[in-house]
């Protein structure tokens, strides 16, 4: 696969547990013809560094040595046109979900287009939880035994990678899952929506509109809504010019 358009896919693990998965996610990515590895508030710092990190990547160190440690999300998010978050539990708000065969064309098409990606995988033991999504343009799932979907982080990144590489090979033709508006227009990211949606709370309680003592739904609702809708950059200024305005009546 071409390296300049590999270097467009950013592998983001959260809140990683294991030092072993981040040096498994490593020889996977460097299998595969990956890279571009960022570690999100693992739960040891300088996890890359670890003895069962360093033994799993088994001659993959090239990957460890420059991944990315950071404290923040939305850092590693920034400028990706697509943010997918990788997930088995279904729910009740969050962004679209997305099947990964689904997922595999939709990123192809943002690759053509010189589009930033990441794929976001979770912590071990809980996933992603509510917040991480909301930094997510698509939920996805794996397609897995129902009884037992569960896979190691490893796992289900090595299956990512594989596939991906597969349909980035792939000369065949893939549908458009892509609107004329979207592959023209320039894309929001989701860093930019999750504080366009801060801006508006602010504007929302200002005006009296959010009880922040009994806030109910609305954010989740609204962050649900923006999702679905793909906002474009100047429509994220056209938002955040409402926010003042409502803010100024405070």
Not at 89 to 105: M, N, V, Y
Request: aromatic share 4%; glycine share 6%.
């Amino acid at each position: 696969m071409n390296t300049e358009k590999s270097q467009l896919l950013r592998w983001v693990l959260v809140e990683t547990s294991h030092p072993g998965n981040v040096g498994s996610a490593a020889r996977a990515l460097k299998t595969m013809g990956f890279g571009a590895l960022h570690l999100i508030n693992p739960k040891t710092k300088g996890i890359t560094q670890e003895s069962d990190a360093i033994a799993l990547a088994s001659g993959a160190g090239d990957i460890l040595e420059s991944a990315q440690e950071s404290t923040s999300l939305e850092a590693a998010v920034q400028g990706c046109s697509l943010v997918l978050g990788l997930t088995s539990r279904d729910r009740e708000f969050g962004p679209p979900a997305l099947d990964w065969q689904s997922a595999l064309g939709l990123i192809q098409e943002n690759i053509a287009l010189d589009r930033k990606v990441a794929l976001l995988f979770g912590p071990e033991r809980t996933g992603l939880d509510n917040d991480h999504l909301a930094l997510c343009t698509h939920r996805v799932w794996l397609d897995a035994n129902p009884e037992y979907p569960s896979l190691n982080l490893a796992q289900a990144l090595m299956v990512c990678a594989y596939t991906l590489r597969q349909t980035l090979h792939s000369q065949s033709s893939t549908p458009s899952l892509l609107s004329d508006r979207e592959s023209q227009a320039d894309l929001a990211d989701p860093a930019a929506v999750a504080a366009m949606l801060d801006h508006w709370q602010a504007g929302l309680e200002a005006i009296g509109y959010l009880d922040p003592a009994n806030p109910k739904k609305l954010m989740p609702r609204l962050q649900a809504l923006f999702a679905r809708s793909r906002l474009h950059k100047e429509e994220i200024d056209l938002l955040r010019g409402i926010a003042k305005q409502m803010l100024l009546r405070k």
